[in-house]
């Protein structure tokens, strides 16, 4: 019986340039700035020395970290073929903590599974698609010469236009104040209307219920996409969102902080959302992600895969019920966050979209990517073992 024989776990750190952070730890433009974004990557080698690995993108912060490295030694000696088992103890684990630390292990298990089989991640899901179409999701706004104001807005989501893209989300100043998101929306809203969907994030930094109403009335008349989590108690509280979600037309687009499958299931019985969020290395892996997109299915919703990289790829091309893809996150002179970390024509910079507004989805075995790890070797600043 195949077994895993070691978890290793690589941390380093990627620099980004123009990019500063503000109080709150929300990335911003800072003109000349180079930022040092600390991440991992997970290898599980197999005492027959298969390797599946995974490197998250926005999903390698510490609290991912600090549940991956809880979990590792737990999973040596297991069947990595037993993907849903695994996926099942760590749930139990992990209660304390949504789960979130078993993402990363079970798409390294994915990437493995795909390797020995000789097929792509996508094929063994099942496959819908292969290409697709994605929005530019903007880093927040900021007050630095960078997204300051509707015009850089505008600039940025015509260069993405440009390109190709056909959907573009907003994420908004960080200081809560409604009346400048309003600005914004509006002439957003004026100028890209019938051209572009739009998308509006505020990162739950509106205060009050009553500045939310006027963000949701603005959206509703610039014809907004979707909103996602506009104030603070959205997205925490079902009946919060339900309130809003019954006085306007503009859907909502929610679960992004829910963690877990069966809250999830019963946000969306309680009539909370319109788009179920999920993310492969927030919400307990490839598996995780897909439960949520079928349970999302079985009530007639789309699921929003959030953020990007080759497992949000694998997972959106087998989900019929999704619209977009999210390219995040990207900002002026900013062309991605992510890290720089494959040797393959894989990217998720702002530039790698198709003339079609589309990413492709990785062919190759696994997730169909090759890690660069000369640069992460280079770059390292940790490495914890289990075996
Ligand atoms: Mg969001």
């Given amino acids: 019986m195949s077994k895993i024989e070691k978890v290793d776990i690589v941390e380093y750190q990627y ?3 123009h990019l500063g952070v503000d109080s709150k730890g929300n990335r911003i433009y800072e003109a000349g700035a180079k930022a040092r974004i600390s991440n991992f990557v997970v290898a599980i080698t197999t005492n027959e020395g298969a390797i599946g690995e995974f490197a998250p993108g926005l999903g390698g912060k510490l609290p991912h970290l600090g549940q991956v490295l809880q979990v590792a030694p737990l999973v040596v000696g297991r069947n990595p073929a037993h993907r849903e088992g695994i996926y099942n ?22 990437d493995l599974a795909g390797k020995r089989a000789g097929l792509s991640v996508a094929e063994m899901l099942g496959g819908y698609r292969d290409r697709l179409p994605t929005y530019a999701s903007a880093i927040h706004a900021d007050d630095n010469g960078g997204l300051d104001s509707p015009e850089a807005f505008i600039d940025l989501a015509e260069e993405c236009f440009e390109l190709g893209y056909r959907a573009f989300k907003i994420h908004g100043w960080t ?26 994030d505020l990162g739950s930094e509106i205060l009050t219920y009553a500045d939310t109403l006027k963000v949701y009335a603005a959206c509703d008349e610039a014809g907004f996409y979707w909103i996602e989590d506009p104030y603070r108690d959205c997205g925490m509280s079902q009946n919060a969102q ?19 499958l069966e809250p999830k299931a019963d946000w969306i019985a309680a009539g909370t959302t319109d788009f179920v969020r999920a993310d492969p290395e927030y919400d307990m892996g490839v598996s995780g992600t897909m439960k949520t997109a079928h349970l999302a299915e079985a009530f007639g919703l789309d699921c929003e895969i959030h953020s990007a990289g080759p497992a949000h790829r694998a997972c959106m091309s087998a989900i019929r019920n999704s619209n977009f893809y999210e390219l995040a996150l990207v900002g002026p002179q900013i062309p991605t966050i992510l890290p720089p970390i494959y040797t393959n024509d894989y990217s998720d910079r702002l530039d790698a979209v198709g003339k079609d507004g589309c990413f492709p989805v990785p062919e190759g075995p696994g997730l169909g990517v090759t890690l660069d790890w000369d640069f992460i070797e280079r770059n390292k600043t940790s490495h914890h073992e289990f075996q």
Wanted: proline share 3%; net charge neutral; glycine share 12%.
């Fill in 15 to 17: 620099p980004v340039e």
């Fill in 89 to 110: 103890d760590l749930k139990k684990v992990l209660r304390h903590f949504g789960g979130v630390g078993a993402s990363h292990i079970d798409c390294a298990l994915w």
């Fill in 242 to 260: 339900r309130m809003l979600r019954e006085k306007f037309k503009t859907p909502v687009c929610a679960l992004e902080h829910i963690r877990g």
């Fill in 175 to 200: 200081d809560g104040d409604a009346d400048r998101e309003i600005e914004n929306i509006e002439a957003m809203g004026t100028r890209f209307g019938g051209r572009m969907a739009l998308m509006l």
